[in-house]
């Protein structure tokens, strides 16, 4: 059954026209939280009851910014909705964050209060205490019954979501609900979400993968969320084997630790296993770039072929491999509808030919409003309308390939702009190695030369004879890595990106 869009009007109650399946009148099953079992009526209700604790005496929040410390599940779901529908702006936080991370977050956001739950009463509560900041939780805010209730504007900014912080200091990226609302629309139209579908939920959540791509277009179209508060390979492979699922999506890093945990499995339990994932109608990738062979051991061992696309914090998705169609190892697909993507080159030449490589500018299509406080960071982030990702790609027969991100994955040597991207890729074909990671060194010969972080699998060994000889055969030479540096795992930010100014930093 496909889901028929419709655009709400301009002034609506967030959570009841908004999200259509969010309804009194709907008793499907929105949300299983462990044992529990919650329907969109339940979870509606809920919203309703914490928005009116949130709003109180007052008619509307007014944008207040509201922080949001909680694991997937009903609490969040109640927080996150709750705050949308009050008129106040979400400021999703990340559980895994030092306490001078959090700081940042919530002074330069302005944080107000925040919803968190009893597994962060420390640090966070002593933190908040200093900056004079109220912690609640989600029971003691909720009201009795729910109040009145201001209509929203959808122009109104929604959320306030910061960036990973890999290459800069992270920045808080305001997202608007029209611009929420558009990006979920577009991808249940792209990846056919409906209402019975069913997906796990263990994903950050203070990521727009995790809030918008999984949670949004679920509750959306009506399907059924499995929140995991953290990823359980034994629990979710049983599920899997189950036929729980019909949408599973995630970043590669988790798609190689399942590989790996298949190893472990019994024969039968593997085969079962496996056969559940083929079963689903669609597997997902993103988040950080999928190395081929993963895509192509993922399609031996489960039959899928990984629909992998491409977006960041400020644009959400924006290219993506077909739902029906031919989708490619290594490439990240063709542009979103409603989307326009253009390469363009150092002196802002838009680039035509295909194999040449490019800056990603896009245009159009919903993405965030600003920088939160920083209207000149806003302003240098477009470029003639064009917004400006720093990220480097080519176009092979139609479809994006990335390169890397164009501050640390574009090595400049001797003349040559290599693709960290691609030499890692290859790096990960070598039967010892289990991840890879590749930074420009300092050369006074070279300018850069390459540095290769790999960890192994065990019991190999290696040096950086064995790896140049090796990788003489299947790479130019001046590709082949200068340097090897062996780690029991590579550094990584909760979404599985890797950190490469780590990597540096241990050079």
């Known amino acids: 059954m496909r889901v028929i869009l419709r655009l709400p009007p301009r002034t609506t109650p967030v959570t009841h026209a908004a999200f259509p399946a969010l309804s009194r009148e709907n008793h499907r099953i ?3 939280d462990g044992s529990a079992r919650y329907s969109y009526r339940q979870v509606h209700d809920r919203i309703d009851r914490f928005a009116a604790g949130l709003v109180g005496e007052n008619k509307d929040l007014g944008e207040e910014r ?9 609490e969040y779901v109640t927080a996150l909705l709750g705050i949308w529908r009050a008129g106040g702006i979400a400021v999703p936080l990340n559980a895994a964050s030092a306490e001078r991370e959090l700081r940042h977050y919530l002074g330069s956001g302005g944080v107000t209060r925040v919803v968190a ?22 029971e003691a805010v909720l009201a009795a019954q729910p109040g009145e ?22 920045k808080g990226v305001v997202w608007t609900h029209d611009a929420i609302h558009g990006q979920i629309r577009m991808l249940v139209d792209a990846w056919r979400w409906n209402e019975t579908d069913a997906i796990p939920l263990f994903l950050p959540l203070h990521h727009l993968h995790g809030i918008v791509n999984v949670l949004g277009c679920a509750l959306w179209c009506g399907a059924t969320v499995h929140a995991m508060p953290k990823l359980d390979l034994a629990g979710l492979c049983w599920q899997v084997a189950a036929g729980t699922y019909t949408v599973f999506m995630a970043v590669p890093t988790v798609y190689v630790k399942l590989m790996d945990y298949f190893e472990e499995l019994e024969p039968d339990s593997r085969k079962s296993v496996c056969e559940g994932f083929g079963r689903m109608r669609l597997n997902v990738s993103g988040s950080a770039a999928c190395p081929a062979r993963v895509f192509e051991r993922w399609q031996e061992l489960t039959g899928q072929r990984l629909l992998e696309r491409y977006g960041m914090t400020e644009i959400g998705m924006a290219i993506s491999n077909p739902y029906r169609g031919e989708r ?19 002196h802002d030449n838009t680039i035509r030919e295909e194999g040449t490589p490019g800056e990603i500018r896009v245009l159009g299509g919903p993405m965030f409003r600003e920088y939160w406080g920083s209207p000149a960071a806003t302003a240098e982030s477009f470029r003639d ?10 176009v092979e027969d139609g479809y994006y390939r990335i390169m890397g991100r164009s501050s640390v994955d574009i090595i400049k040597s001797g003349g040559y702009k290599l693709s960290a991207l691609e030499i890692e890729e290859l790096l990960v074909a070598h039967d010892d190695i289990r991840e890879a990671a590749v930074v420009g060194a300092p050369d006074d010969t070279w300018g850069e030369s390459v540095a290769a972080f790999v960890s ?13 000889a090796w990788c003489a055969e299947r790479m130019s030479a001046y590709k082949i890595p200068r340097r090897l540096r062996i780690l029991d795992e590579l550094p990584r930010n909760p979404m599985g990106k890797v950190i490469k100014t780590a990597l540096r930093d241990l050079l």
């Open 30 to 32: 929105a949300l299983v």
């Open 66 to 74: 509201i922080g949001i410390l909680l694991p997937a599940g009903l």
């Open 117 to 138: 739950g009893v597994e962060h009463p420390h640090a966070l509560r002593r933190l908040c205490e200093r900056l004079g900041i109220p912690v609640l939780s989600v």
């Open 149 to 170: 209730l201001p209509a929203i504007d959808d122009a109104r900014r929604a959320m306030i979501v910061f960036t990973s912080g890999t290459t800069s200091k992270p």
């Open 328 to 346: 490619r190892a290594g490439f990240v697909g063709r542009e979103l509808p409603g989307v326009t993507v253009q390469l363009f080159g150092q």
């Open 385 to 394: 309308g064009w917004f400006c990702t720093g990220d480097v790609a080519v």
């Open 456 to 468: 192994l699998r065990e019991p190999a060994t290696l040096d950086l004879a064995g790896l140049k």
